[in-house]
């Protein structure tokens, strides 16, 4: 069995908090969502975060919660733009990362009409957006694992295996 932590990444709606949560339902680790804690932290949501304060300010705070909670017998399902900091993707890249490859299209369709900030309306945009995090995804991932509509049980199997490994 590999040691904790255990760091998910991916873009937008991949599933990294529901398969987060079955995995470590799965190895008896603490749950952990990095968006979560950020918000909890600031006393705002998200989207108030970015909107009273800005993307650099929760850049700011995404990367104390990483430092804060990547450690132990954790699952830290991260925000899907927590690679943008060279400091978040070194952490990530000493620590067991999995990253949760989708199809962009998919992505796209399941999160319209939800409530993240950098989703947007422009399907240019999500895309060039995912393309330019796809090689920092790739860099920190000790793990990929192709999702392509599997349910998130399926996904979540494929990396407790590797765990136990
Ligand atoms: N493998 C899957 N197949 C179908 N639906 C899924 C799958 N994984 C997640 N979902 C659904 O997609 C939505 C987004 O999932 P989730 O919130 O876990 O993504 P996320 O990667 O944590 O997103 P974010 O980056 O915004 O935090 C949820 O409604 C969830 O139920
Ligand atoms: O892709 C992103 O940059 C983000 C994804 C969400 O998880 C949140 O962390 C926030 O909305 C930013
Ligand atoms: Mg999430």
């Known amino acids: 069995m590999k040691s904790g932590p255990l760091a998910i990444v991916g873009y937008m709606g991949s599933g990294k908090s529901t398969v987060g949560r079955i995995v470590a339902r799965q190895v008896g680790w603490e749950f952990v969502d990095l968006d979560e804690v950020v918000a909890e932290r600031a006393g705002l949501s998200i989207t108030e975060i970015f909107d009273s304060l800005g993307e650099r300010a929760f850049r700011r705070l995404e990367s104390e919660a990483l430092g804060k909670m990547l450690g132990g017998e954790r699952v830290v399902a991260c925000g899907g733009g927590v690679v943008e900091e060279p400091r978040n993707r070194s952490l990530l890249s000493q620590v067991n990362t999995v990253f949760l490859w989708e199809d962009t299209e998919i992505l796209w369709r ?56």
Do not use: H, K, N
């Not at 330019?132 to 790739?138: A, M, S």
């Not at 694992?145 to 349910?151: A, D, I």
């Open 110 to 165: 399941r999160t319209r009409g939800t409530d993240r900030p950098l989703r947007g309306e422009d399907y240019e945009e999500f895309s060039r957006r995912y393309s330019e995090r796809l090689p920092y995804y790739l860099e920190v991932a000790a793990l990929q694992v192709e999702v392509y509509e599997r349910p998130p049980e399926d996904v979540a199997r494929e990396i407790v295996a590797w765990l136990r490994e």
